[in-house]
């Protein structure tokens, strides 16, 4: 399985932008998918994660209400709308799949395939 994160960019803080990550390498089967985030000079933390039929959804506490996770199969994407912009959402943003692993989408250690990351930088 490879993962393309794209989307990332500048944007004024209040503003929207839309994270894609496109999967391939695997036909057939589909995977729970997850965003993290990693902010300079802090620790990767969890922002979204979707289950691989879209039927439940799941957001870190500091994106809750502002970030929506979706999905198409057919087209084997991930998106990850993000709304009202804050700087601190500033960070380099990685898609990641659970296709063996299992265990918990809101850990880092429960993915066992990363997209290279795509940074958003939103000033103020």
């Known amino acids: 399985v490879q993962l393309q994160a794209s989307g990332g960019g500048l944007v004024q803080a209040g503003g929207s932008l839309i994270l894609s990550c496109a999967a391939s390498?695997?036909?057939?089967?589909?995977?729970?998918v997850g965003w993290f985030r990693q902010p300079p000079g802090k620790e990767r933390e969890f922002v979204a994660a979707?289950?691989?039929?879209?039927?439940?959804?799941y957001y870190g506490d500091s994106v809750k209400d502002r970030f929506t996770i979706s999905r198409d199969n057919a087209k084997k994407m991930v998106y990850l709308q993000m709304n009202s912009l804050k700087p601190e959402d500033t960070a380099v943003y990685y898609c990641a799949a659970n296709v063996y692993n299992g265990g918990s989408l809101y850990y880092a250690r429960s993915y066992d395939h990363w997209g290279q990351g795509t940074l958003v930088t939103v000033s103020s």
């Open positions: 979707i289950t691989w039929d879209g039927g439940a959804t």
């Open positions: 390498g695997r036909p057939g089967s589909m995977f729970p």
